[in-house]
Nanobody, 124 residues
Framework: QVQLVESGGGLVQAGGSLRLSCAASGRAFMRYAMGWVRQAPGKEREFVAAINWSGSSTYYADSVKGRFTISRDNAKNMVYLQMNSLKPEDTAVYYC?????????????????WGQGTQVTVSS
């Protein structure tokens, strides 16, 4: 079992930055691929970024490529999402997720564990 707790959300002006953190419990964390998924009001969830077990491989949605960076620290059981040049359309609840497989799977709906989410609001 893995429990995920997100933090770091908040209100920021367009063009600003935020760093989301995801704290994971359990020794199996370092074997899991991790991802961030967001859901804006009235919209479907969007797979934003993912990272494999070692951090050597990453994925980004086109909508955030070049602005967001996903990283992990296996020694601390942490995953991060650095978000720069934020836009109002980035406003959403951001969820941290864990896949019990080590490599990135783009079928994110199958990820095994989910956090409760953290709200990010970008004002124009």
């Amino acid at each position: 079992q893995v429990q995920l707790v997100e933090s770091g959300g908040g209100l920021v002006q367009a063009g600003g930055s935020l760093r989301l953190s995801c704290a994971a419990s359990g020794r199996a964390f370092m074997r899991y691929a991790m991802g961030w998924v967001r859901q804006a009001p009235g919209k479907e969830r969007e797979f934003v970024a993912a990272i494999n077990w070692s951090g050597s491989s990453t994925y980004y949605a086109d909508s955030v490529k070049g602005r967001f960076t996903i990283s992990r620290d296996n020694a601390k059981n942490m995953v991060y999402l650095q978000m720069n040049s934020l836009k109002p359309e980035d406003t959403a609840v951001y969820y941290c997720s864990a896949d019990s497989r080590p490599y990135i799977d783009y079928d994110w709906v199958k990820y095994d564990y989910w956090g409760q989410g953290t709200q990010v609001t970008v004002s124009s």
